[in-house]
């Protein structure tokens, strides 16, 4: 692996790639169908790229040997749009020669379909990456601590000192940073074996609420209590925020959103919790725990 392009790198997932890449020694470029529109940090590149195109692909892909997949969530996005990129990817770098494909599904992805369709549409995109000819990595983390400072989450931390996320209080969750992310795909991509293979991802503690909220305190250095938001609140929170003022959108993402997180709260074993021991041992990682991003994060900046 010697000059990687980060697909989707004008995204937060995308841009901690670039960012690992650049200091592991990699000639690094991201792309985006706009990339005069972003800055990329240090000395990456900028290629102008759209999925859809499929005849420009190919050229597009040409000067690299490992792309950095990052795709949209079909929970807020068409999934049929997500699956015609993806199968033009795989055509254009087989065809340009490239030699691996690492693709962060940016969510759990489990062995089967479960009828949720942002892991459903994951889940096909990687039969098909492990399925085609050039190989492929699958990288699935459970969920990103940093979407604690998203608008879903922040406002309550910052006004009232509350954790409040739709997990119950008994829920152990193995929070991940977008960096150890980032970190973990270019292990895995630089290692022969871990090709055609699927691995979930965490971070190295699986905390329950109140838990994660300690940590948070300690972090921060202020008080931070957990609250169990209920799951239709936060569905419906999330509709409004990720469908544009279309009503009819709105209710679609709250509907999908209410079941998976029903799920992700009832099943067993957790989606949300994972064994990193044994990638941490194998690679040598160092995982960022919730107190230590929490102090590298500032709540008010």
Partial sequence: MQNVIVIGASGDQGAAQLVALEQAGFDVAGASRDPARHSFPGNVGKVQLDLLDGEHLQRALAPFDTVFLNLPSASFNPAEHILRGADNLIVAATAAGVERIVFNASLYVGDAPNGFVAHDTRFKIIERLIGGSVPATAVCPVIFIDNLLRDWAL?????????????AETLPVSWVSLG??????VALATSPDTANQKFVVGGPQALKGPETAAALSRGWDTPIDFESLPIPVFAERMGALFAGGNAGKAATIADELAR??????????????????????????ELTTVEQWAAANPLRS
């Avoid at 998976?260 to 990638?279: G, H, K, Q």
């Fill in 155 to 167: 406002p309550s931390l910052r006004e009232r000192g509350v954790l409040s996320y739709p997990h």
């Fill in 180 to 185: 150890d992310v980032a970190s973990i795909m």
């Fill in 260 to 285: 998976i997180y029903s799920w992700y709260n009832e099943a067993a074993p957790s989606p949300f919790t994972v064994d990193m021991t044994p990638l941490v041992d194998r690679f040598g990682l």
